[in-house]
């Protein structure tokens, strides 16, 4: 599915900062080699996510669902001097492709790379988090969101991708599968919450942002 007419989409990219040289070709080997390619973040969503990080100007990033690491080299460029990202995937069969884009972006010290189970991994890290960006399996949305948001500093982001799944979000529940409607949950979850400010904006597959008040 096209998120935007191409012609329209076109415009927006030529009218969008560039993306980098390495993940440009980190872009260009996602869609040559990887299962599932348009499960990248990529130009529009890459320079999006970029921006949030240099407004926010984050200590800490905790990322849940690597892929192929371009959302996490995208953040990267926001993070306060000395600042780190914990990215965390279970797919270890990308671990060497994300490592090697890692070092490419001369990223080695700054983002650590945890291959598991993130509800096993989240509880062990110990640091004030100032933004999470949410990108894995839909079913544990919710799950994610309360495993992180304890750790999770007064001010700090919580954003979770591809919230519009498609536009399936809008059909009927009871003709859904379960990945739409944990996301329907999830957002609904969210929007019930009176400890954050939250928007959903449609870029891409949508990106709901929570802000902990």
Same mark, same amino acid.
């Given at each position: 599915?096209?998120?935007?007419? $191409? %012609? =329209? /989409?076109?415009?927006?990219?030529?009218?969008? *900062? +560039?993306?980098?040289?390495?993940?440009?070709?980190? &872009? !260009?080997?996602?869609?040559?080699?990887?299962?599932?390619?348009?499960?990248?973040?990529?130009?529009?969503?890459?320079?999006?996510?970029?921006?949030?990080?240099?407004?926010?100007?984050?200590?800490?990033?905790?990322?849940?669902?690597?892929?192929?690491?371009?959302?996490?080299?995208?953040?990267?460029?926001?993070?306060?001097?000395?600042?780190?990202?914990?990215?965390?995937?279970?797919? $270890? %069969? =990308? /671990?060497?492709?994300?490592?090697?884009?890692? *070092? +490419?972006?001369?990223?080695?010290?700054?983002?650590? &790379? !945890?291959?598991?189970?993130?509800?096993?991994?989240?509880?062990?890290?110990?640091?004030?988090?100032?933004?999470?960006?949410?990108?894995?399996?839909?079913?544990?949305?919710?799950?994610?969101?309360?495993l992180v948001f304890d750790k999770v500093s007064?001010?700090?982001?919580?954003?979770?991708?591809?919230?519009?799944?498609?536009?399936?979000?809008?059909?009927?529940?009871?003709?859904?599968?379960?990945?739409?409607?944990?996301?329907?949950?999830?957002?609904?979850?969210?929007?019930?919450?009176?400890?954050?400010?939250?928007?959903?904006?449609?870029?891409?597959?949508?990106?709901?942002?929570?802000?902990?008040?």
């Amino acid at each position: 599915m096209d998120f935007l007419p $191409e %012609e =329209l /989409e076109n415009f927006i990219l030529k009218n969008t *900062e +560039k993306e980098p040289s390495v993940l440009a070709e980190l &872009n !260009h080997e996602t869609w040559e080699k990887v299962l599932i390619p348009r499960m990248l973040s990529g130009h529009l969503q890459g320079r999006v996510l970029s921006m949030l990080s240099h407004m926010i100007n984050p200590k800490n990033i905790l990322e849940i669902g690597t892929y192929t690491g371009y959302s996490a080299i995208c953040m990267a460029e926001g993070l306060q001097k000395g600042g780190k990202i914990h990215t965390i995937d279970i797919n $270890e %069969e =990308l /671990e060497t492709m994300v490592n090697d884009y890692i *070092e +490419k972006s001369n990223l080695k010290n700054t983002i650590i &790379n !945890h291959i598991g189970n993130a509800i096993d991994i989240i509880p062990t890290l110990t640091e004030p988090i100032d933004l999470v960006f949410i990108d894995a399996d839909k079913t544990n949305y919710s799950n994610y969101y309360d495993l992180v948001f304890d750790k999770v500093s007064t001010g700090g982001y919580i954003i979770a991708d591809n919230v519009l799944w498609s536009g399936k979000v809008t059909e009927e529940k009871e003709k859904l599968d379960p990945d739409t409607i944990a996301l329907i949950d999830y957002s609904e979850k969210v929007n019930n919450d009176d400890r954050v400010q939250n928007v959903l904006f449609p870029i891409r597959d949508g990106l709901m942002i929570v802000r902990k008040k």
